[in-house]
């Protein structure tokens, strides 16, 4: 899925966030997207063609004629998507959606949570040194962002039925966007657990759209500067034109 200059584009990353249906395959509209996808698994931004798309889950190795769940999904130009495969044998499989906003924070880092842990009820996510809490959360919910500061945190997942306490440390950079997803179930495996996904974020500018990669092109100069540094390159050439003119003459 080569992005062209010119197509109006979205960026979407996957989630495997079914903790029964083992290793699979999904699919964008017939074609093969990923490969050998495991639970537990966040994939990059990747850049999809505004529009709405066919895609299917599908066991291992199995094709498309397999496909355990097939939604069409509608993304958006300039949009960030994050697309989740949830659900068990006995709930049934399905996809769900979350937009999301990888705008760059003024300062710290920019955090959501992602409840993606069936049978878990309601959760709420405290972080270290910070009185911020998200509350509320639900299966299949995904908080509003919140700012932290930068630096070493602990994120810790509180929930019921059975009062769980989980947390999970990870390094916060300046201007990052960080995830913070619950997956797994409370009983039975895999275990209830925190996963992280980190990216830099973009400029709130018009025109850069939500591709994470914004941020590492080249860094563009004032107009007076490159002046400046012209001004410094001839000054320094006529000093040594001078003192080889001088040279010369004094040899004869």
């Known amino acids: 899925m080569a992005r062209a200059a010119t197509q109006p584009t979205a960026m979407v ?3 495997h966030a079914s903790p029964d249906v083992g290793i699979v395959d999904v699919f964008v509209d017939g074609k093969e997207l990923l490969r050998s996808f495991q639970f537990a698994t966040v994939t990059e931004y990747l850049p999809l063609p505004a529009g ?3 895609v299917e889950l599908a066991l291992l190795g199995k094709g498309v004629g397999a496909s355990i769940v097939t939604e069409n999904i509608e993304v958006k130009d300039g949009a960030a998507y994050t697309i989740v495969g949830l659900g068990t044998k006995s709930s049934g499989f399905s ?3 979350f937009q999301d906003d990888n705008t760059a924070p003024k300062t710290g880092s920019k955090v959501r949570a992602y409840h993606l842990a069936p049978g878990t009820g309601s959760a709420q996510v405290k972080v270290s040194r910070s009185s911020t809490t998200i509350s509320g959360l639900n299966y299949k919910q995904a908080s509003n962002y919140i700012t932290v500061g930068a630096g070493e945190r602990t994120f810790t997942l509180y929930a019921g039925p059975k009062n769980v306490e989980l947390p999970l440390t990870i390094t916060l950079k300046d201007w990052n966007v960080a995830s913070i997803f619950a997956i797994g179930e ?3 495996t895999p275990k209830l657990q925190l996963i992280s996904a980190q990216v ?3 400029p709130g500018l018009p ?3 939500s591709d994470p990669s914004a941020l590492v092109s080249a860094p563009s ?3 007076w500067q490159w002046l400046s540094l012209s001004l410094l390159v001839a000054c320094v050439l006529i000093y040594f034109l001078g003192r080889l003119v001088r040279h010369r003459s004094q040899s004869f």
């Open 207 to 209: 025109g850069t759209g």
């Open 221 to 223: 100069f004032p107009s």
């Open 95 to 97: 996809f769900t959606v």
């Open 200 to 202: 830099m974020g973009i």
């Open 52 to 54: 709405t798309h066919s």
């Open 13 to 15: 990353r996957v989630v």
């Open 186 to 188: 409370q009983e039975g």
